[in-house]
């Protein structure tokens, strides 16, 4: 790896980073899958493919709503909180009225949240950082008086979510029948619709969007809303995936959603970078955690190395894509 | 009258940025007693000397002595021990401080300075006043004081009157004249030849960056001070004939009535007809950036109407204004560019503003569009990929296309040929006319008065925020202009 030889290569590397930001981050991956291979030969099969691309898809759909959201310079911390919150309205509510009203149920608690994010963003101009922090912490509040005085007869997981989070159809998961539109949707979006080229106008400078005739309150509103849908449906599939609600189902997934993004190439200051870069990023850091599970290093010592790589690799890859 | 005895002498200074030459050969001297004007007009180089002597540049070249001590290598704090302390044009106080803080900071004693205060006519000013919550007059009333108070023995005031009221600028003139009397040194840097006869006894005259004169202030004495700021332009400026249009009478396309807005625009007037190029002529800090602004709705009005094609507007937002039909060039590229995007996503922003237009781009129509805006302007398609990598020109067309693409009913452009290469400021002239002949209604100010006769039917000279003159470009030569917009031809507006 050219990566630590001298400035001129890392610049150039950097260079690669901006205007080819996949193929560097490509091979990123190759390399990591190798050095897993030679660390445990015999681990790479067709199954531990199919895994790898299980676990890394909900981390790759929060990691949308921080691309969408940087890319306007901006960031939503409340995704966790707000997939959590989805699946723990659906698994305890459709016991008691069914699964097609739980779930609708849980997704209009992810459009509110987002709808309280993007009007604070947007109309009372708080930044997104603080605002996304400061919703998530309330929404938290009320999932706790919400388990306090719901009393949940038990917990019902819908049977197409179990087959949507945990099968596999010829031997890949079916979670792919989710994420593949899914992403087509979003990179088709970030380019070739109107809503998508404004996201990157207002990330490059928002005075001169305004100039144009932008409001960028509106586009503020729908991203945050959009946003806290795409992780209201993330919870749903996390749900399927992990068989159990908890209070803090999908909290652990807030940092390495931010990581995913940034590794793929999407500047914090907007503007700049796109989601294909970010599904790379989702599977790069996926396949690190394999490594670090296999490498049978204990819970505290895991967690550690992994944030540790996370903001390394993250203050690599900015201080590589931001030079100009 | 340089002489030994000068309080302030600088003498061959000279500064360049990069390739660009501000000062070659700028000289000043103060003796005591003495108020000295300087002037120049835009672009001769007088923020330049400023800045250098009161320590915030570093010359290249020359010195500057103050008492006889080198003070080049000093800093602002630097030139202040010195003896010298500036009043800038925009307050140098801290907004979130009060006024007591503020003094603090500088190491300035409150009695004196309250003192100054009520000399200056603002005798009430509380001490535990926050900054942020004074208006700008009294800002700068406080500024001066804190100055004086700090017994300085040149006293450097740039653009001191703008924004003040008439009484007070009366008083101020008074002190000011009182300090020189009273054995002080002041440089008075002015647009305002009625302040200048008033308190000043000499001007030194900045010209692309040379002192070209240095003359004792009498009676007259305006003219000649004129005809040294053109130097040789007005032989210059004579240009190809070229036919001015009649003044249409139907309903202009925009009428601007009594406009107060921003901190020194009190009273604008003046209609623009379709198919017309209306020239702006102002000196440098008269608010012409206020009225584009608010023109293209990024600013809202303190009063006055607007009327596009005889229907009143008011604007909350640069979407209001480009539904009418205004859409705004800025002065600055970098408030208007998308740097770090491609050349067509740049050109088409105001194509998908609108909520309507999120949807799914039809590709080949903006491809369609942008092409036809590209080839228009004659944009050098090398370097498509990001703005940032275009040259300052080319930039310049770009934040043009993007109207073109849109459709341009009336093109708002502020300074659009400032730091531009000679060929494209002349494709820029033609594409004004060209709009123009199409039926386009262009409002278009310069910072360089040979432009207007180049590209315009009609120029308004704004001085002291109103419209003072309505000049045909016919005989828009240079001279005719400055004069204008020194205010020395006022008459009332058509």
């Given at each position: 790896m050219t990566l630590t030889d001298t400035p001129s290569s890392l610049s150039r590397f950097g260079r690669l980073m901006v205007d080819r930001p996949l193929l560097p981050l490509i091979g990123l991956l190759v390399l990591l899958i190798a050095v897993l291979a030679i660390l445990n030969p015999g681990v790479l099969s067709m199954f531990w493919a199919g895994n790898t691309l299980k676990i890394a898809i909900p981390l790759a759909m929060l990691a949308a709503c921080q691309t969408l959201t940087m890319l306007t310079g901006g960031i939503d911390l409340s995704v966790g909180t707000v997939a959590t919150i989805s699946a723990y309205l659906t698994a305890t509510l459709a016991p008691l009225i069914g699964v097609p009203p739980a779930i609708a149920i849980a997704l209009a608690s992810a459009v509110v949240i987002g709808l309280v994010n993007g009007f604070g963003i947007a109309?009372?101009?708080?930044?997104p950082l603080i605002m996304t922090l400061g919703t998530a912490l309330i929404a938290t509040g009320f999932l706790l008086v919400y388990q306090r005085y719901v009393i949940a007869t038990g917990v019902q997981i819908p049977d197409f979510l179990l087959w949507l989070g945990t099968g596999r159809s010829f031997g890949l998961p079916n979670s792919l029948a989710l994420f593949i539109p899914f992403a087509v949707l979003i990179i088709w979006a970030q380019r070739r619709s109107g809503f998508g080229r404004l996201l990157y106008a207002i990330g490059a400078n928002e005075a001169a969007a305004r100039l144009s005739g932008v409001r960028v309150w509106q586009v503020h509103l729908t991203l945050y809303t959009l946003s806290g849908v795409i992780a209201g449906v993330t919870g749903l599939l996390y749900l399927g995936q992990i068989k159990t609600a908890s209070l803090s189902l999908a909290l652990p997934l807030d940092l390495p959603s931010v990581a995913a993004a940034v590794i793929g190439g999407t500047s914090i200051f907007g503007g700049r970078g796109g989601y294909g870069g970010t599904i790379v990023g989702a599977l790069i850091l996926t396949v690190l955690t394999t490594m670090l599970t296999l490498m049978q290093i204990p819970e505290g010592g895991r967690r550690i190395l992994f944030g540790l790589i996370i903001l390394s690799v993250t203050a690599l890859f900015i201080r590589l894509t931001e030079r100009n | 009258m340089p002489d030994a005895a000068a309080v302030l002498d600088a003498t061959g200074v000279a500064k360049r940025f990069g390739a660009v030459v501000a000062l070659k050969n700028a000289s000043l001297q103060v003796a005591a007693g003495q108020v000295v004007a300087l002037m120049g007009a835009n672009g001769a180089g007088k923020s330049t000397f400023v800045k250098i002597l009161t320590g915030v540049l570093k010359p290249d070249a020359g010195h500057v002595k103050i008492k006889g001590r080198d003070s080049t290598v000093a800093s602002p704090a630097g030139a202040r021990k010195w003896g010298l302390v500036p009043v800038y044009q925009e307050p140098s106080l801290i907004p979130d401080l009060s006024v007591a803080d503020n003094l603090r900071l500088a190491d300035t004693a409150i009695e004196p300075f309250r003192h100054w205060v009520a000399e200056l006519g603002l005798p009430g000013l509380a001490p535990d006043a926050m900054i942020r919550s004074l208006p700008l007059a009294s800002l700068r009333i406080v500024d001066l004081a804190r100055a004086l108070a700090l017994e300085p023995a040149v006293l450097l005031l740039d653009e001191l009157t703008a924004a003040l009221p008439t009484d007070l600028v009366d008083r101020v003139l008074k002190v000011v004249r009182a300090q020189a009397d009273g054995g002080r040194s002041v440089i008075y840097v002015s647009h305002r030849f009625n302040e200048i006869a008033a308190i000043c006894d000499r001007a030194t005259v900045l010209r692309d960056g040379l002192t070209v004169g240095d003359v004792k202030i009498e009676p007259g004495i305006e003219e000649r001070i004129v005809e040294m700021m053109l130097g040789g332009a007005v032989a210059a400026a004579v240009s190809a004939e070229r036919p001015v249009k009649p003044i249409p009478s139907e309903t202009p396309r925009l009428r601007v009535r009594s406009l107060k807005t921003g901190t020194r625009l009190t009273d604008v007037s003046f209609d623009l007809h379709q198919g017309e190029v209306l020239g702006v002529v102002a000196l440098e800090g008269q608010g012409q950036d206020e009225l584009f602004d608010t023109l293209a709705g990024n600013r809202k009005p303190s009063a006055g109407t607007v009327q596009v094609d005889g229907a009143p507007k008011t604007f909350a937002h640069p979407a209001d204004a480009i539904a009418a039909g205004l859409t705004l060039v800025p002065g600055d590229r970098a408030h208007a560019l998308l740097m770090s995007r491609s050349v067509r996503e740049n050109i088409a922003v105001p194509l998908l503003a609108r909520v309507r237009n999120w949807?799914?781009?039809r590709m080949r129509d903006e491809a369609a569009k942008v092409d036809k805006a590209i080839d228009t302007l004659q944009?050098?398609?090398?370097?498509?990929?990001?703005?940032?990598?275009?040259?300052g020109g080319n930039q310049q067309k770009v934040t043009i296309a993007r109207w073109i693409a849109k459709g341009v009913q009336t093109l708002l452009l502020f300074?659009?040929?400032?730091?531009?290469d000679i060929r494209t400021k002349r494709q820029i002239y033609a594409l004004v006319r060209d709009l123009a002949d199409q039926g386009a209604a262009v409002l278009f100010y310069t910072s360089e008065l040979a432009e207007i006769r180049l590209a315009c039917d009609r120029a308004v000279v704004i001085f002291n925020g109103r419209v003072v003159d309505v000049i045909d470009a016919r005989d828009a030569d240079e001279a005719t202009l400055m004069r204008a917009a020194y205010g020395l031809t006022e008459k009332a507006p058509a």
């Amino acid at each position: 790896m050219t990566l630590t030889d001298t400035p001129s290569s890392l610049s150039r590397f950097g260079r690669l980073m901006v205007d080819r930001p996949l193929l560097p981050l490509i091979g990123l991956l190759v390399l990591l899958i190798a050095v897993l291979a030679i660390l445990n030969p015999g681990v790479l099969s067709m199954f531990w493919a199919g895994n790898t691309l299980k676990i890394a898809i909900p981390l790759a759909m929060l990691a949308a709503c921080q691309t969408l959201t940087m890319l306007t310079g901006g960031i939503d911390l409340s995704v966790g909180t707000v997939a959590t919150i989805s699946a723990y309205l659906t698994a305890t509510l459709a016991p008691l009225i069914g699964v097609p009203p739980a779930i609708a149920i849980a997704l209009a608690s992810a459009v509110v949240i987002g709808l309280v994010n993007g009007f604070g963003i947007a109309v009372c101009r708080v930044h997104p950082l603080i605002m996304t922090l400061g919703t998530a912490l309330i929404a938290t509040g009320f999932l706790l008086v919400y388990q306090r005085y719901v009393i949940a007869t038990g917990v019902q997981i819908p049977d197409f979510l179990l087959w949507l989070g945990t099968g596999r159809s010829f031997g890949l998961p079916n979670s792919l029948a989710l994420f593949i539109p899914f992403a087509v949707l979003i990179i088709w979006a970030q380019r070739r619709s109107g809503f998508g080229r404004l996201l990157y106008a207002i990330g490059a400078n928002e005075a001169a969007a305004r100039l144009s005739g932008v409001r960028v309150w509106q586009v503020h509103l729908t991203l945050y809303t959009l946003s806290g849908v795409i992780a209201g449906v993330t919870g749903l599939l996390y749900l399927g995936q992990i068989k159990t609600a908890s209070l803090s189902l999908a909290l652990p997934l807030d940092l390495p959603s931010v990581a995913a993004a940034v590794i793929g190439g999407t500047s914090i200051f907007g503007g700049r970078g796109g989601y294909g870069g970010t599904i790379v990023g989702a599977l790069i850091l996926t396949v690190l955690t394999t490594m670090l599970t296999l490498m049978q290093i204990p819970e505290g010592g895991r967690r550690i190395l992994f944030g540790l790589i996370i903001l390394s690799v993250t203050a690599l890859f900015i201080r590589l894509t931001e030079r100009n | 009258m340089p002489d030994a005895a000068a309080v302030l002498d600088a003498t061959g200074v000279a500064k360049r940025f990069g390739a660009v030459v501000a000062l070659k050969n700028a000289s000043l001297q103060v003796a005591a007693g003495q108020v000295v004007a300087l002037m120049g007009a835009n672009g001769a180089g007088k923020s330049t000397f400023v800045k250098i002597l009161t320590g915030v540049l570093k010359p290249d070249a020359g010195h500057v002595k103050i008492k006889g001590r080198d003070s080049t290598v000093a800093s602002p704090a630097g030139a202040r021990k010195w003896g010298l302390v500036p009043v800038y044009q925009e307050p140098s106080l801290i907004p979130d401080l009060s006024v007591a803080d503020n003094l603090r900071l500088a190491d300035t004693a409150i009695e004196p300075f309250r003192h100054w205060v009520a000399e200056l006519g603002l005798p009430g000013l509380a001490p535990d006043a926050m900054i942020r919550s004074l208006p700008l007059a009294s800002l700068r009333i406080v500024d001066l004081a804190r100055a004086l108070a700090l017994e300085p023995a040149v006293l450097l005031l740039d653009e001191l009157t703008a924004a003040l009221p008439t009484d007070l600028v009366d008083r101020v003139l008074k002190v000011v004249r009182a300090q020189a009397d009273g054995g002080r040194s002041v440089i008075y840097v002015s647009h305002r030849f009625n302040e200048i006869a008033a308190i000043c006894d000499r001007a030194t005259v900045l010209r692309d960056g040379l002192t070209v004169g240095d003359v004792k202030i009498e009676p007259g004495i305006e003219e000649r001070i004129v005809e040294m700021m053109l130097g040789g332009a007005v032989a210059a400026a004579v240009s190809a004939e070229r036919p001015v249009k009649p003044i249409p009478s139907e309903t202009p396309r925009l009428r601007v009535r009594s406009l107060k807005t921003g901190t020194r625009l009190t009273d604008v007037s003046f209609d623009l007809h379709q198919g017309e190029v209306l020239g702006v002529v102002a000196l440098e800090g008269q608010g012409q950036d206020e009225l584009f602004d608010t023109l293209a709705g990024n600013r809202k009005p303190s009063a006055g109407t607007v009327q596009v094609d005889g229907a009143p507007k008011t604007f909350a937002h640069p979407a209001d204004a480009i539904a009418a039909g205004l859409t705004l060039v800025p002065g600055d590229r970098a408030h208007a560019l998308l740097m770090s995007r491609s050349v067509r996503e740049n050109i088409a922003v105001p194509l998908l503003a609108r909520v309507r237009n999120w949807g799914a781009i039809r590709m080949r129509d903006e491809a369609a569009k942008v092409d036809k805006a590209i080839d228009t302007l004659q944009i050098d398609t090398r370097a498509l990929g990001e703005v940032r990598r275009l040259s300052g020109g080319n930039q310049q067309k770009v934040t043009i296309a993007r109207w073109i693409a849109k459709g341009v009913q009336t093109l708002l452009l502020f300074d659009p040929t400032r730091g531009i290469d000679i060929r494209t400021k002349r494709q820029i002239y033609a594409l004004v006319r060209d709009l123009a002949d199409q039926g386009a209604a262009v409002l278009f100010y310069t910072s360089e008065l040979a432009e207007i006769r180049l590209a315009c039917d009609r120029a308004v000279v704004i001085f002291n925020g109103r419209v003072v003159d309505v000049i045909d470009a016919r005989d828009a030569d240079e001279a005719t202009l400055m004069r204008a917009a020194y205010g020395l031809t006022e008459k009332a507006p058509a």
